[in-house]
């Protein structure tokens, strides 16, 4: 089973270079898993990560910013997630090098 750290790698990459990036992160996560990408162990990994760490201001439903919807960031839209996705990948090497 890979890291955590490879999993955001392998998430990064695949939305950065998709050119009909669609819905959000978590969707993307199931897409890899579904095309063989990542095991079930990975997906289940990644997905919990992605929910115990989404954005602070974010609440189910009930945040200005999240206008009654499930997507952490407006839909169809890769730069937040690829922002979001870079600090989480970046937060995760400075933890195994012990910075």
Same mark, same amino acid.
């Given at each position: 089973?890979?890291?955590?750290?490879?999993? !955001?790698?392998?998430? %990064? &990459?695949?939305?950065?270079k998709?050119?009909?990036? $669609? *819905? #959000?992160?978590?969707? /993307?996560?199931?897409k890899?898993?579904?095309?063989?990408?990542?095991t079930?162990q990975?997906?289940h !990994?990644?997905y919990? %990560? &992605?929910?115990?760490?989404?954005?602070?201001?974010y $609440? *189910? #439903?009930?945040?200005? /910013?999240q206008?009654?919807s499930?997507?952490?960031?407006p839909?169809?839209?890769?730069?937040?997630? !690829?922002k979001?996705?870079?600090k989480?990948?970046?937060?995760q090497?400075?933890?195994?090098?012990?910075?």
């Amino acid at each position: 089973m890979r890291t955590l750290s490879q999993l !955001l790698v392998l998430l %990064y &990459i695949t939305i950065s270079k998709d050119l009909d990036f $669609q *819905c #959000g992160l978590c969707y /993307n996560v199931t897409k890899l898993f579904q095309r063989d990408l990542i095991t079930y162990q990975e997906w289940h !990994l990644l997905y919990r %990560y &992605i929910q115990d760490n989404r954005p602070k201001w974010y $609440q *189910c #439903g009930y945040d200005k /910013n999240q206008k009654d919807s499930y997507y952490f960031w407006p839909k169809n839209s890769k730069e937040p997630r !690829l922002k979001w996705l870079f600090k989480h990948i970046d937060k995760q090497f400075l933890l195994l090098n012990n910075f």
